[in-house]
């Protein structure tokens, strides 16, 4: 019998380049943490969280993404919330994950920096054997750059167990270039660089995040293809690119996963790895993702293997 698709996908080792540990909370896990901390959700039932995540944008879905992430308040929240990620990465043929986390949306509700670090390194830890894992800290671009300062400030005792800076949140009028101060310091305290653009925002944000912010991997980019001669600069300096085809649908990035600009990007030669960005909100881990993108845009074998190839390759190390 031939190898089914699911199979393939998951044997193919890959990266995860693109996704936020606050989006891998599933209800079942929500509601476990409100109990255990006695927070008030906004849901009767993991069922009706599942109905309530119907988004007709990214702002949609920030606000529903930050309400849940309210119950995150221990060491050991965080830990259960980092070890469900890592054992389904792990189930998915994920060798090497560089995860988002946003300190900002938990430091504001005053838990500690050290909290949440904790937390994370006990679960990479125990999964080291499985997934290589690494950590990106996340500026959410809706606030002052001077609250990105000072959480970098914040990071300093924490920076062995940080690879890179990202940009995320809200897009479109927040540029990339409000960040620029932001990045620099980063750089300064050997930090590797990575931002969302072109997501919602237009092309010039991902020549901003390229040019003004020294990003090494774009987050997204798929608006990057409205202008030719930035598709002919990243394709001519191989920029990676981390798509996430479901989040798109969800967003309505794309009107329809069957209209997903994938094929085109890999036709045009840009080095593009496929991603989960949110899974607990979005319908699906990084595996579903390939699957459901395979089957809607017929992608062979051989490109679901570059991608996944592409992925290991575009991995930061330090
Ligand atoms: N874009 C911006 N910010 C985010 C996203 C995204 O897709 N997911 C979580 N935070
Ligand atoms: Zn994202």
């Known amino acids: 019998m031939p190898e089914g698709i699911g199979d393939f996908v998951r044997a193919l080792p890959k990266a995860e380049l693109h996704v936020h540990i606050e989006g891998t909370l599933e209800p079942e896990l929500m509601f476990a943490l409100a109990a255990r901390n006695q927070v008030e959700l906004p849901y009767a039932s993991v069922g009706d969280a599942r109905r309530a995540y119907e988004f007709s944008d990214l702002q949609s879905f920030l606000d529903i993404l930050y309400q849940g992430a309210a119950v995150l308040q221990t060491e050991e929240d965080f830990s259960d919330l980092m070890s469900a990620y890592l054992r389904r990465a792990a189930a998915d043929g994920v060798t090497r994950a560089e995860i988002f986390f946003d300190p900002q949306t938990h430091l504001s509700r005053g838990v500690a920096f050290a909290t949440f670090m904790a937390g994370f390194l006990s679960a ?3 999964f080291a054997g499985e997934v290589d894992s690494a950590l990106i800290l996340c ?104 798509v996430c085809p479901l989040s798109n649908e969800r967003l309505q990035v794309v009107p329809s996963l069957d209209r997903h600009p994938l094929p085109r990007m890999l036709e045009l030669g840009l080095n593009v790895s496929i991603n989960s960005d949110d899974p607990a909100y979005f319908g699906g881990y990084v595996g579903d993702n390939y699957v459901q993108v395979a089957e809607a845009l017929k992608l062979s074998r051989d490109q679901l293997a570059t991608v996944a190839r592409n992925s290991l390759a575009s991995a930061l190390t330090r």
């Not at 002052?144 to 479109?172: F, K, M, N, W, Y």
């Not at 270039?177 to 072109?198: D, I, P, W």
């Open 139 to 242: 500026f959410l671009r809706h606030l002052p750059e001077e609250d990105a300062l000072r959480t970098l400030d914040l990071a300093e005792p924490h920076l062995d167990q940080i690879l890179a800076v990202g940009l995320d949140s809200s897009e479109v009028g927040f540029p990339p270039e409000m960040f620029k101060s932001a990045f620099a310091r980063a750089r300064s305290m050997g930090l590797r660089t990575v931002a969302h653009a072109g997501e919602e925002g237009p092309p010039e944000y991902v020549w901003q995040a390229l040019d003004l912010l020294g990003a090494e991997r774009i987050d997204h980019g798929v608006r990057s293809l409205e202008d030719p001669d930035l598709v002919k600069r990243l394709r001519d300096e191989q920029t990676p690119i981390t």
């Open 124 to 126: 990479q830890r125990k």
